[in-house]
Every structure is written in structure tokens, then in C-alpha cells.
């Protein structure tokens, strides 16, 4: 019984400044970030901040406001793949209707409407490919080649 006693003591000791902590990155208190999708049919679409920063390992809710016209989409390849998405969550009003949980590659916002998308950077880096693919129906240009691109930075 006293060897047992001694190694337990022992071991605390020798292993003490080794102790791993973990900590659940998604339930800290989210910092809020909106971005406007603007535009007008036929006329320059855009993001509205174009270049939005992060930090790794904070918890954020990036609201993605359609305040055109048309649809849009936010793309981002690098930037999908250098976080870890909570939830992606869709309210009418004050009123959340749905969360969409898993890997989320886009997102698509209809006119006059938002959505939420909550993630924790896990990946530095600068991304130009933010952008909208959705064709304008009057003069078949993506609204990435009216001017729908940004930059993301995670620092």
C-alpha cells in the first residue's frame, strides 16, 4: 500500500507542469461581425466590409445580410476550410428557425434576408477568393465579375 501511495505522489509530482487543459473553443461569448451584400440588378454587386480579419481560437457570429436585390452567395474555399463551424442559423425576425450543422463550403442569402454563420478560425492565412458565382439574368456576368470579391484574413 505505501509503494502504490508513494508512486501516485511521485508521479503528480513528475508529471505536474505536463497536465494537458482543454477547453471547448465553441462555447465562449461569440464577437458579432456583419457583412452587407449590396447591389442593384445590372449594376455593381458587392461585399460591404470587402475585407473582413479573424483571429484564430475566437468563437464568432458572422451575419451575412442581403440587402439587394438578387441572391448571393459567400464563397470561400480557404476560408471554409481554415475553420470549424458551430452552426449555421437562419432567423425570421428575431425568431431562429433553423441551424445547419457540418461542414459548410457556401452559403446562399435571398434578398432581404440573413443568416448567421458561427465558426472558430483554426488556420492563419490571407484568402482572396471570397467572391459570389451567381449569374445576373440581363447580362450573364457573374456577380463576381461585377465586383462581388473580398479578402479574408486570419491572424
Same mark, same amino acid.
Given at each position: 500500500?505505501?509503494?502504490?501511495?508513494?508512486?501516485?505522489?511521485?508521479?503528480?509530482?513528475?508529471?505536474?507542469?505536463?497536465?494537458?487543459?482543454?477547453?471547448?473553443?465553441?462555447? =465562449?461569448?461569440?464577437?458579432? *461581425?456583419?457583412?452587407?451584400?449590396?447591389?442593384?440588378?445590372?449594376?455593381?454587386?458587392?461585399?460591404?466590409?470587402?475585407?473582413?480579419?479573424?483571429?484564430?481560437?475566437?468563437?464568432?457570429?458572422?451575419?451575412?445580410?442581403?440587402?439587394?436585390?438578387?441572391?448571393?452567395?459567400?464563397?470561400?474555399?480557404?476560408?471554409?476550410?481554415?475553420?470549424?463551424?458551430?452552426?449555421? =442559423?437562419?432567423?425570421?425576425?428575431?425568431?431562429?428557425?433553423?441551424?445547419?450543422?457540418?461542414?459548410?463550403?457556401?452559403?446562399?442569402?435571398?434578398?432581404?434576408?440573413?443568416?448567421?454563420?458561427?465558426?472558430?478560425?483554426?488556420?492563419?492565412?490571407?484568402?482572396?477568393?471570397?467572391?459570389?458565382?451567381?449569374?445576373?439574368?440581363?447580362?450573364?456576368?457573374?456577380?463576381?465579375?461585377?465586383?462581388?470579391?473580398?479578402?479574408?484574413?486570419? *491572424?
Amino acid at each position: 500500500m505505501f509503494k502504490v501511495f508513494f508512486f501516485i505522489i511521485f508521479f503528480n509530482i513528475l508529471f505536474k507542469d505536463t497536465t494537458v487543459y482543454s477547453a471547448d473553443l465553441t462555447i =465562449q461569448k461569440p464577437i458579432s *461581425k456583419k457583412v452587407y451584400l449590396k447591389g442593384e440588378n445590372n449594376s455593381k454587386y458587392y461585399f460591404e466590409p470587402s475585407t473582413l480579419e479573424f483571429n484564430v481560437g475566437k468563437l464568432y457570429k458572422l451575419e451575412l445580410i442581403n440587402q439587394s436585390d438578387a441572391k448571393h452567395y459567400f464563397t470561400s474555399t480557404k476560408f471554409s476550410h481554415s475553420i470549424f463551424t458551430r452552426k449555421v =442559423q437562419l432567423t425570421l425576425g428575431e425568431k431562429k428557425v433553423a441551424e445547419i450543422k457540418g461542414i459548410i463550403r457556401e452559403v446562399e442569402v435571398f434578398p432581404s434576408y440573413k443568416i448567421e454563420w458561427w465558426f472558430v478560425p483554426i488556420k492563419t492565412g490571407e484568402f482572396n477568393d471570397l467572391e459570389c458565382n451567381v449569374k445576373n439574368n440581363s447580362n450573364n456576368l457573374s456577380h463576381k465579375d461585377m465586383g462581388m470579391v473580398g479578402k479574408i484574413i486570419i *491572424k
